[in-house]
C-alpha cells in the first residue's frame, strides 16, 4: 500500500464525532476541528492539480486517463479502510458481492487496455474486433485477499494502462475498433475508461449502503480528496507527490486521535 493509499485508508475510517474533536492548523489561529484538517488535504490535491491545468499542453488521451483516474479515486476512497469482511457481503443471491464488483473493475480495465493496444497497433487485414483468444484470461483479474490488495491491483492495472495510452497520437483515436458489438472509434474507448470506473463505484457504494455502510464525513471527504489527486497524479513529478503524501501523513498524525 503505497503513503498515500496509508493516509487516506486510515483517515477514511474517522467517526463523525472524531470529525467534530480539537485541531488547530496553525498555532495562532482558531480552533477549526479535524474536520477542517480533512479540507486542508483537499485543497492541497486540488491546488496540484489547478498547477497541473494552468500549465496546459496535456494531450486527449492524457486528460481522458486524468479522468479516469479520477474516478478511480473517488472509487477507491469508498472501499479504503472498509473492514475485509464486507468484500464478500451479497444484498441479494442475484447481487454482486463488493469483492465481485471491484475484481469486474480489475477485469475491465485489463480488457479495455487490451483492446485498445489491439486497436492501434494492429496490422491491415487484421479484424477491427480483438481475436477472443488474446482477451485477458479470468485469472489476471483475480479476486481474493483483502480490501488493500484488491486497491493495490486496481492501481497497478491503472498504472499500466496510463502508461500506453498517454502515448498515443492524435492520429490513433480515430481508428476504428469494436466496442458491444458495435463500431466505434478509439476516442469512444478512451471515455469508456472513466464512464466504467464511475458506474462501478456507485455499484460499490449501492451494495456497501446495502450492508449499513453508510458513508460518513470522513470518508466523503476522503472520497474527495482521492479524486482530486487520481486528476493530476499522472502529470505531476514524483517529489511532488511525495511531498503531497508526507503532508496528509503529519496531517493524520497532528489529529492526536489517540489523546
Partial sequence: ??????????????????????????????????????????????????????????????????????????????????????????????????????????????????NTRWSVTRTEGQPEAMPRELRPAHSEAPGDGGVADLIARLQAARAATDAFV??????????????ARSSVDVRFRLRRFASHLTEHGIHAEKVLRAAGREPGEARQMVRAIWGARGAHERRTPGDVIAGLDHQHAARLASFDLAG
Fill in 1 to 114: 500500500m503505497t503513503d498515500f493509499a496509508a493516509s487516506m485508508s486510515a483517515m477514511a475510517t474517522l467517526t463523525d464525532e472524531d470529525m467534530g474533536r480539537s485541531w488547530r492548523w496553525r498555532d495562532e489561529g482558531s480552533d477549526l476541528g479535524v474536520r477542517d484538517g480533512y479540507h486542508r488535504s483537499f485543497e492541497a490535491e486540488i491546488g496540484q492539480l489547478a498547477a497541473i491545468d494552468s500549465a496546459g499542453g496535456w494531450s486527449e488521451p492524457v486528460e481522458a486517463m486524468a479522468l479516469a483516474q479520477r474516478a478511480l479515486g473517488q472509487a477507491l476512497g469508498l472501499l479504503a479502510g472498509q473492514p475485509d469482511a464486507l468484500l464478500d457481503f451479497q444484498a441479494a443471491p442475484a447481487e454482486w458481492p463488493l469483492r465481485e464488483v471491484v475484481r469486474h473493475m480489475l477485469e475491465t480495465e485489463l480488457s479495455f487496455c487490451a
Fill in 166 to 179: 498517454s502515448g498515443l497520437q492524435e492520429a490513433d483515436l480515430a481508428k476504428p475498433t469494436v466496442w
